[in-house]
């Protein structure tokens, strides 16, 4: 590798200082607004003029009747995210390894199907999956959203999976048979083992699908007690007055569970989702 | 001892062909058991809604009022702008930063992550945090127009060209670092071989784009223009949560506009209908895609 010469690092730093402004402008936007006090006139500011931790002591004491079940809005988010990770995982993990492990004799008619599934846009089914879950009486449960959930995010896992399995040598499915292991306990001692990556980087995107969802959230869970977070966040619309300062703290404490997760395991996402989209 | 010799063999391969068709057999059963929790949900949550959406959307009244309604076509202008100015001026943007980020030092893997995050972060949020940025009095944007320049700013979301200039900025915000991600594994896929191929044979920076970089990911780009373009169309939050559709109806896009009909004024079937007649729209770029994604599985 050659030294660069000193023109094109000056550029390059340009250039990153450019991308970071893009980037961190609303984000920067958020934190002022939210660092500003609560009635005030939220006049857009650079820097806030009289900062203060007002709006999240708010939220987190629940002192403020539009945050007053935060923690409930918090704890159903975080129930959905899991729930769609965990089943999301566990209906996909199994289904690829029928398909690319057993040699499910339909499994190309199946990841077909997942893969139609997986370029329908999601909010094209909206009103088809409102009157779907007003006829199975799901509609106001958490259920319901976590259901929508599991549906968009098992075809991509299923595809990524497939993917993944077929690249794990034959030869150990067929050394352990030897000894003995049925499908069952090849799929736990063998399988799951050798798939850890792919599982961590398509758990994390199940999760950060449900927790970000906002469009299925709100039409089918509108109910104060099961609503999730960012339902909560678009009722302050609704208000005459919506204190933004107030709303924007709540964002922030929204957005820190999915930026602190995503950095967690950013090694495994790159490797494990775009893997897949490159071959393509 | 020959005929013994042959029926001892042939009974070997009997009860081999017996244990491994009982093995197939035992295979396919846990197969179907693996399968069927997948196959449950897609019965229960695609199959179902599908038809019964096609089913709401099979009345023709609920077409003729679509056609009869002004706004319509222009949600049908807008889509198409949408997809065309915002997938490609993306793709365009993540094309570039990605040589950005293959090509730097150490320290652009910090900026990734930083970069990664309005993808990572509910759009709920900080599509709430553009709005207020662009009101006209009270938003940061005209403030520092005119603490900066004098300049009065205009009143962005009150102005339906202007408003849906914003709902592009916006996705491009959101989704331009997936892109760039994805366009960056496919850069850095490229073998550096040829990358010193090329210098030796004393190609500037933009020749090795040119022949070496281009060849190598053209066809993901492509994939990735057509995937954009299908996602795309599904966006919902980028224009409902910066403008509602408004001001005056102006500013929808077909996803928002079939909410509008179901949700807003209780019409299912015209809602219905919004969805389907995108459809042709989709379906050439669905059935390419499916056709690459399968090739890429073989």
């Given at each position: 590798m050659t030294r660069k010469p000193p023109s094109v690092a000056l550029t390059n730093l340009v250039i990153a200082f450019v991308i970071l402004l893009w980037t961190l402008i609303p984000i920067y936007h958020m934190v002022v607004m939210a660092l500003s006090p609560t009635g005030g006139t939220p006049a857009g500011q650079l820097i806030p003029s009289d900062p203060t931790l007002d709006n999240f002591a708010l939220t987190l004491t629940e002192e403020h009747f539009l945050v007053q079940h935060f923690w409930q809005h918090l704890y159903n988010s975080a129930f959905v995210a899991l729930s769609v990770a965990f089943l999301t995982l566990f209906i996909s993990t199994l289904a690829s390894f029928a398909i690319s492990r057993l040699k499910f004799s339909l499994g190309g008619a199946v990841s077909g199907t997942a893969l139609l599934t997986y370029l329908i846009p999601a909010s094209f089914?909206?009103?088809?999956?409102?009157?779907?879950?007003?006829?199975?009486?799901?509609?106001?449960?958490?259920?319901?959203?976590?259901?929508?959930?599991?549906?968009?995010?098992?075809?991509?896992?299923?595809?990524?999976?497939?993917?993944?399995?077929?690249?794990?040598?034959?030869?150990?499915?067929?050394?352990?048979?030897?000894?003995?292991?049925?499908?069952?306990?090849?799929?736990r001692l063998v399988f799951l083992p050798l798939m850890t990556p792919a599982i961590v980087a398509i758990g994390t995107y199940a999760l950060l699908l449900a927790w970000n969802e906002y469009l299925y959230a709100f039409l089918l869970v509108s109910q104060e007690m099961n609503m999730t977070l960012p339902v909560s966040i678009g009722y302050f619309l609704l208000s005459d007055e919506a204190p933004w300062n107030l709303l924007m703290a709540v964002?922030?404490?929204?957005?820190?569970?999915?930026?602190?997760?995503?950095?967690?395991?950013?090694?495994?996402?790159?490797?494990?989702?775009?893997?897949?989209?490159?071959?393509? | 001892m020959v005929a013994s010799g042959a029926s001892a063999g042939s009974a070997v391969g009997l009860v081999r062909r017996q244990w491994s068709s009982r093995k197939s057999l035992t295979d396919h059963a846990w197969a179907l058991i693996m399968v069927a929790p997948y196959l449950v949900v897609f019965a229960?949550?695609?199959?179902?809604?599908?038809?019964?959406?096609?089913?709401?959307?099979s009345n023709p009244q609920s077409y003729i009022k679509l056609l009869n309604d002004p706004i319509f076509y222009r949600t049908m202008v807008n889509t198409l702008v949408f997809l065309i100015v915002a997938v490609n001026l993306k793709l365009f943007l993540a094309l570039l930063i990605s040589g950005f980020l293959a090509s730097s030092a150490p320290w652009v893997r910090w900026l990734s992550f930083i970069f990664i995050l309005p993808w990572a972060i509910p759009s709920v949020v900080t599509i709430l945090s553009f709005r207020w940025m662009l009101n006209a009095e009270w938003g940061l944007v005209n403030n520092v127009l005119w603490d900066a320049f004098q300049v009065m700013g205009p009143a962005w979301l009150i102005d339906p060209v202007l408003a849906f200039g914003a709902v592009i900025l916006v996705h491009i915000w959101k989704y331009l670092p997936f892109w760039t991600l994805i366009l960056l594994a496919g850069r850095l896929a490229i073998s550096k071989d040829l990358y010193e191929a090329a210098s030796i044979d004393g190609a500037g920076r933009f020749q090795s784009f040119r022949f070496v970089t281009w060849p190598g990911l053209a066809k993901l780009y492509i994939t990735s223009t057509i995937l954009s373009i299908i996602f795309s169309v599904g966006d919902f939050n980028s224009v409902y949560l910066l403008t509602g559709g408004g001001p005056g109806d102006k500013t929808h896009v077909l996803a928002t506009l079939g909410v509008r009909y179901a949700f807003g004024f209780g019409d299912i079937e015209t809602g219905m209908a919004t969805v389907i007649i995108a459809l042709p729209l989709l379906i050439p770029f669905v059935w390419i895609m499916i056709r690459r994604m399968r090739s890429a599985d073989k």
């Open positions: 089914l909206a009103i088809p999956m409102y009157v779907t879950m007003t006829n199975y009486d799901l509609v106001e449960t958490r259920l319901s959203l976590i259901m929508v959930m599991v549906t968009f995010a098992t075809p991509y896992a299923i595809w990524v999976f497939v993917q993944h399995a077929d690249s794990i040598p034959r030869e150990l499915d067929e050394a352990a048979r030897i000894d003995g292991a049925s499908p069952l306990q090849l799929y964002g922030i404490l929204y957005s820190i569970p999915p930026a602190i997760f995503y950095y967690a395991v950013r090694g495994y996402m790159s490797s494990g989702l775009t893997a897949g989209a490159v071959k393509a | 229960l949550f695609v199959i179902y809604p599908v038809g019964y959406g096609f089913f709401l959307g």
